[in-house]
């Protein structure tokens, strides 16, 4: 009995494969939200840099 408890928990078998599976695709998500925080951090910073030319060029 215990012998086939102990196989169920090896590598290839549908349990590993699926908990092995949601990792990769909480991996992949969390991946993908840091991508789009850090595309926004930019955008915010290259519009911050417009609006203090815009505004420095406007009181000249």
Not at 12 to 27: A, I, M, Q, V
Not at 40 to 47: A, G, I, L, Q, V
Not at 48 to 56: D, G, H, N
Request: aromatic residues 8%; charged residues 45%.
């Amino acid at each position: 009995m215990t012998e086939q408890k102990n196989n169920n928990k090896g590598i290839g078998t549908p349990r590993y494969d699926r908990h092995t599976k949601l990792s990769e695709l909480k991996r992949e998500k969390i991946n993908k939200k840091r991508r789009e925080g850090e595309r926004e951090r930019e955008r915010d910073t290259s519009y911050m840099f417009l609006i203090t030319f815009l505004r420095a060029f406007e009181n000249n």
